[in-house]
């Protein structure tokens, strides 16, 4: 039997009623080349399964990447590990690969000063888990407790945070510029409560612990708040030069020098 025994216009438009878009388009192709080559008919189905496979995981994968909001172009590979001789590459390509911490809801923290790279680096591993199959939310902290506020406002916080469940990863970026009267409501401390030991967060920020008692509205619940966090998380201190300085003063050469520049500066290469 060849493919012009069977009604082929039905054929197709039963494949879109059963959502198989990827066998509706290769059949007609796959089917002539099984015919010609004489192909088994286990072969052949087998062969339109497997693409349709790959082709809704490269679907689910997009729509996982659209969700994220990730920041554009930054990605591991454009990451030079050499600035910041305190991460081991090996080290954050083994996050990557999610498994046992995103499934306990472990939690990772990256300090240091402005310019370093920790927003690069966050969206970056969100990213490569997002190609790994896992859900990620980036999102700017004071953003999301704008939104997280607004919601218990219409007194459906408990919802909004039940919702980020979905995300098995949120990063929260610059989690120390969430301003006072933002604190003062504490969505995040319910959001990090919310989260705790079943979902994992990455948080960054340019403030060690001891100058958090600004994001939290008094010094008990930031006690409480570092505490949940830190518990099962791994930290990353990025205590090195500011990537952007640096790049200004390699670009500008050697001619105008920073205030405080340090000899490191003027590697030539
Ligand atoms: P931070 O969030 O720590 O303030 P960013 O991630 O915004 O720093 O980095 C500032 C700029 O410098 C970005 O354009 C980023 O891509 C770049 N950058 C920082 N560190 C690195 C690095 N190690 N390798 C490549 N680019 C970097
Ligand atoms: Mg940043």
């Given amino acids: 039997m060849t493919s012009t025994d069977i009604d082929a216009a039905r054929l197709t438009l039963a494949l879109n009623e059963l959502r198989l878009p990827a066998i509706k388009a290769l059949w007609p192709r796959f089917a002539e080349q099984a015919d010609k080559e004489g192909w088994r008919a286990a072969r052949l189905l087998n062969a339109l399964v497997e693409h349709e496979l790959a082709e809704r995981d490269r679907r689910r994968i997009e729509r996982h990447l659209a969700q994220a909001r990730l920041l554009p172009g930054k990605t591991l590979d454009s990451f030079d590990f050499n600035a910041v001789p305190t991460l081991s590459k090996a080290h954050i390509n083994a996050i990557t690969a999610g498994d046992s911490w995103i499934g306990n809801g472990n939690n990772i923290l990256l300090f240091g000063p402005p310019g370093v790279g920790k927003s690069h680096l966050s969206s970056a591993i969100g990213l490569a888990l997002v190609e790994n199959g896992y859900r990620v939310l980036?999102?700017?902290?004071?953003?999301?407790?704008?939104?997280?506020?607004?919601?218990?406002?219409?007194?459906?916080?408990?919802?909004?945070?039940?919702?980020?469940?979905?995300?098995?990863?949120?990063?929260?970026?610059?989690?120390?510029?969430?301003?006072?009267?933002?604190?003062?409501?504490?969505?995040?401390?319910?959001?990090?409560?919310?989260?705790?030991?079943?979902?994992?967060?990455?948080?960054?920020?340019?403030?060690?612990?001891?100058?958090?008692?600004?994001?939290?509205?008094?010094?008990?619940?930031?006690?409480?708040?570092?505490?949940?966090?830190?518990?099962?998380?791994?930290?990353?201190?990025?205590?090195?030069?500011?990537?952007?300085?640096?790049?200004?003063?390699?670009?500008?050469?050697?001619?105008?020098p920073p205030k405080q520049a340090s000899a490191a500066d003027f590697n030539p290469d």
Avoid: C
């Fill in 138 to 256: 980036f999102t700017r902290t004071t953003d999301l407790v704008q939104k997280l506020q607004q919601a218990r406002r219409d007194l459906v916080l408990e919802a909004a945070i039940a919702k980020l469940d979905k995300y098995h990863l949120l990063i929260l970026d610059d989690i120390a510029y969430v301003t006072k009267d933002q604190a003062e409501t504490s969505v995040l401390f319910e959001l990090i409560s919310a989260r705790y030991e079943r979902r994992s967060m990455l948080i960054t920020a340019n403030q060690p612990f001891g100058a958090w008692d600004t994001i939290f509205p008094d010094p008990a619940m930031t006690l409480a708040a570092v505490d949940r966090i830190v518990h099962h998380a791994t930290i990353f201190e990025m205590n090195v030069e500011s990537y952007r300085r640096k790049a200004a003063v390699k670009a500008k050469g050697p001619g105008r």
